[in-house]
């Protein structure tokens, strides 16, 4: 309880501190495009990663439990990882895209 | 904008006006046309030009009794395509479809490698290349189906497995294929853009060693993203030539 109260209190302090930042001008347009490109590119690295993990798992128990079906089992995981891999490079495609460089 | 390769160089100053004046008459604005020749198009007519020399050369060293290196590199590569062709398309057509992607399987290779080499780049670091691949792909498949099935059966077979579902499955069958073609462009011009840019940004960080990995995984992925377009093509004429016995 006693650390849940100090947390707490800690989160308040820390907010009042930082409000003076509210008082500078807001971020221009072009800086929320860059902003956004970041969350979208991280958000989708991070699933294709998840998701990649999980087939190559099960791709290294499936080899692991039947050795003779190695080679279906390895083309099967390379089609899918290529395949997980395009999804996060479509969100790379759109952020060149729509980010303005200039 | 790009500065110009010494390649697209050699090209525009001897044809540069006359391939800008072609496209205008043709309605085409290039961005520039007293030098027309951009720096894909440059480096897509040398891959062609290497890759003609390359098997010209081959076919003078074809011997049955003691093949070379080069002969048994693309035995390797034309029995593979074969066997995953017939692996894909059943036995019975499978052996046709093996010219063409393994044209389409060459030309991308050899684009996606020339890009390492310095003073070039790969033209399917671009997407106007990439998408003439997938959508040279696309109509291969279509045009195959219709020959091989008849163009009443092909397109019944848009209409999925039984036929009340039809109208449900005509919009989503010709959305995912339309799919395809985007997912096909897509998938190769931004692996290697990415790889390249990746190599670029290291480069920025740190100039000694470290962009090298990169460059590994870059030659890596060219291979692989070459196998999987030419696999992904044999899978839709798969697809499209399943003839229901």
């Keep these: 309880m006693r650390k849940l109260l100090t947390f707490v209190f800690l989160a308040i302090v820390l907010t009042v501190v930082a409000a003076p930042v509210s008082a500078q001008s807001g971020t221009s347009d072009k800086a929320w495009g860059f902003i956004a490109a970041g969350f979208s590119m991280a958000i989708a690295s991070a699933v294709c990663g998840l998701a990649q993990a999980k087939a190559t798992a099960a791709a290294c128990e499936g080899m692991a439990r039947n050795p003779g079906a190695s080679d279906a089992i390895r083309f099967a995981l390379i089609l899918g990882l290529a395949l997980i891999e395009s999804l996060a490079l479509y969100t790379l495609v759109i952020v060149f895209m729509k980010i303005d460089l200039g | 904008m790009e500065h110009e390769l010494w390649i697209t160089k050699l090209f525009n100053d001897l044809l540069g006006s006359t391939a800008g004046s072609m496209l205008e008459s043709m309605g085409l604005h290039p961005h520039n046309p007293a030098r027309a020749f951009t720096n894909y198009v440059a480096m897509e007519i040398l891959v062609a030009v290497i890759i003609v020399a390359v098997f010209l050369y081959l076919r003078t060293q074809l011997s049955v009794d003691n093949p070379g290196k080069l002969q ?174």
Aim: proline share 5%; hydrophobic share 50%.
């Design chain 2, 72 to 245: 048994h590199f693309f035995e390797l590569f034309h029995d593979f395509t074969k066997s995953q062709a017939e692996e894909q398309c059943g036995h019975h057509h499978g052996h046709e479809f093996v010219p063409m992607v393994m044209t389409l399987g060459v030309f991308i290779l050899f684009s996606n490698l020339i890009g390492l080499i310095p003073g070039f780049e790969s033209p399917t670091q671009f997407i106007f290349v990439t998408v003439g691949c997938a959508v040279l792909a696309f109509c291969y498949y279509h045009f195959e189906g219709v020959r091989i099935q008849g163009p009443v059966k092909y397109a019944k077979h848009f209409a999925g497995p039984v036929w009340w579902l039809a109208p449900l499955m005509f919009p989503i069958e010709i959305i995912s294929h339309t799919g395809r073609n985007l997912s096909l462009s897509v998938r190769l011009f931004a692996n290697m853009f990415a790889g390249e840019q990746v190599f670029l940004v290291f480069l920025g960080l740190v100039p000694l060693g470290i962009p090298m990995i990169f460059i590994g995984l870059h030659v890596f992925v060219a291979f692989l993203q070459t196998y999987i377009f030419m696999l992904l093509t044999l899978i839709y004429l798969g697809g499209a030539t399943h003839t229901e016995h």
